[in-house]
């Protein structure tokens, strides 16, 4: 049996002011809007937000009648409509404030608020008295008060002419009211007295349709937020169902590489397994697990017993008690080359004083842990290491001129790279990495971050040691925090918030 669906749905919502279904426009062979859809009702006032070239003010030109759609059916006030003009736009109540302001610099404000429909007395003659008084009340309207309606429009800041355009058109009292980045110039009192206007308006019915590129004013004010990428729509949500981040994700199609990505950590035997590790004097009774192809934090202040972890680890420090396992089989390095051959290579902390070896090439630096692979009878293979540290080079993107110049010459960022590129060319199982993006640009850390994932995303274990928490939170799936060599506590992804990481940070330190 087919049921009748009803018209109306329950709690009465009035009808739609205006139906876009599968909205397509195209520029020549520039397909420029892809079967955009969306529904606006009396009284919303709706963002709408994208990159430059999204095709917002495309969109809403053809709303506006000032361009018709190549194809898609527009519905206006509960009859299809094909608006054909601007002008039977306006008449069909819609208003539409653009982008690039309309104003005539040398008119009076009232002039230009009249333009185009100078009221005039029984005598014919433009009745200035009488626009005077209905500019004042315009401009009052939308909280410019202190606009003058005789001034000169082109002794007006960008953001007075922006609002005495906005006056022009909220005067006409649409039913809906497109403004294309209407506080872009606007300061922020002036910001205040719009949203107050908008508001206003809205509580009267008038719909809105607002093109903006600042998110917190879009999210405070809006009821949905409309985000347009490549001529389609990719969300359509009310401000409290997404995040900033989010939009700018939808935005762009691109996930923030400061930002965490989640990862799947496959469910398996622990690549690591401390258990009651202290040494001589730092580190007591450190016990935890870390997961094969993990990122794993640890977080801790200055002093916390990171670097003194790592140092374990990697064989640089003495085990004192306690036990350590590596892929299921007992891991006691007596030096970091022991470490090394068992798979576990650490990128120190501090470049310069641990890192680096100045007075050798480039290519040096990357092959100096893996020389021994390289090495043709007592000789270093000097193809296998140009080609070897060249293909790491290339995965990790090192900018430079020749592989044989100073690693002195290159930039932190590009040095750092090439410490990785020597710390994977051992082909580790266990990366150990401490404060790996310290001291570099950002540019450069955003791709150090991407290794990182990529890496991890191979299948190597990694451990991220630092002291920021942005980094902290945009690598790791887990985090142990330190605190006075003692573990304060383990973090799963979905309980890193910043307070409860520095809570722990912070523990045993009250005295
Ligand atoms: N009249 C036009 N003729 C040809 N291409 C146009 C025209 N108007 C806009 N475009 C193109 O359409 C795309 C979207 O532009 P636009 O709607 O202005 O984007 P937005 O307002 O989101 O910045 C851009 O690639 C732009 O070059
Ligand atoms: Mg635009």
Request: glycine fraction near 8%.
């Given at each position: 049996m087919i049921r009748a669906v009803p018209a109306v749905e329950e709690g009465?919502?009035?009808?739609?002011?205006l139906v876009l279904d599968g909205v397509e426009k195209s520029f020549g062979p520039n397909?420029?809007?892809?079967n955009v859809s969306f529904t606006v009702h009396p009284g919303e006032v709706i963002g709408l937000l994208g990159e430059n070239g999204a095709g917002k003010s495309t969109l809403m030109n053809i709303v506006s009648g000032a361009l018709r759609p190549s194809g898609g059916q527009i519905s206006y006030d509960g009859a299809t409509h094909e608006l054909g003009s601007i002008t039977e736009g306006i008449e069909a109540g819609i208003s539409f404030v653009h982008q690039e302001l309309s104003i005539?610099?040398?008119?009076s404000v009232a002039e230009n608020l009249f333009l185009g429909r100078l009221p005039r007395n029984r005598l014919g003659l433009v009745d200035f008295a009488a626009i005077r008084s209905a500019s004042r009340a315009m401009l009052d309207g939308i909280?410019?008060?202190?606009?003058?309606?005789?001034?000169?429009?082109?002794?007006?800041r960008a953001g007075e002419q922006q609002l005495v355009e906005i006056a022009r058109a909220a005067a006409r009292k649409p039913r809906l009211l497109i403004l294309d980045e209407?506080?872009?110039?606007?300061?922020p009192h002036e910001v205040a007295s719009f949203l107050a206007y908008v508001r206003r308006v809205r509580s009267e019915g008038t719909a809105i349709i607002f093109i903006t590129h600042r998110l917190e004013e879009a999210m405070e004010i809006c009821d949905r937020l409309l985000v347009l990428r490549n001529g389609q729509i990719v969300s359509d949500l009310p401000p409290g169902r997404t995040s900033r981040a989010q939009i700018i994700r939808d935005m762009t199609g691109k996930q923030s590489l400061f930002e965490y990505q989640p990862r799947a950590?496959?469910?398996?035997?622990?690549?690591l397994l401390l258990s009651d590790v202290s040494d001589r004097?730092?580190?007591?009774d450190i016990s935890l697990e870390v997961r094969r192809g993990e990122v794993f934090g640890l977080f801790g202040l200055v002093g916390a017993g990171r670097t003194e972890l790592l140092e374990t680890i990697c064989g640089a420090r003495r085990l004192r008690a306690g036990r350590m396992e590596l892929m299921g089989q007992r891991h006691a390095p007596v030096d970091p080359a022991h470490a090394l051959r068992d798979g576990v290579a650490l990128v120190p902390e501090g470049r310069k004083t641990?890192?680096?070896?100045?007075?050798?090439s480039v290519r040096r630096n990357a092959s100096a842990a893996a020389l021994r692979s390289m090495a043709h009878g007592p000789l270093v293979a000097t193809a296998i290491e140009a080609q070897r540290t060249g293909a790491e080079f290339k995965a990790l993107g090192v900018r430079m001129?020749?592989?044989?110049?100073?690693?002195?010459?290159?930039s932190g960022g590009n040095q750092q790279k090439v410490i990785f590129a020597r710390a994977l060319l051992a082909q580790p199982r266990l990366l150990l990495l401490d404060?790996?993006?310290?001291?570099?640009d950002i540019g450069a850390k955003a791709e150090l971050y991407e290794i990182v994932r990529r890496t991890a995303d191979e299948g190597l274990t990694v451990i991220v040691a630092s002291s920021e928490l942005p980094e902290i939170n945009a690598l790791c799936d887990r985090v142990a925090v330190l605190s006075k060599g003692r573990l304060a506590g383990i973090l799963e992804r979905d309980k890193m918030d910043d307070a409860t990481l520095l809570r722990l940070a912070f523990s045993g330190h009250e005295e």
């Open positions: 009465h919502a009035p009808p739609p002011l397909q420029v809007l892809k005539v610099g040398s008119l909280g410019a008060d202190w606009i003058r309606p005789e001034r000169l429009a082109g002794s007006l209407p506080t872009s110039s606007l300061t950590v496959p469910v398996s035997a622990p690549a004097d730092h580190l007591r641990a890192g680096i070896l100045p007075q050798h001129e020749s592989d044989r110049q100073p690693i002195t010459t290159l404060e790996p993006t310290h001291g570099v």
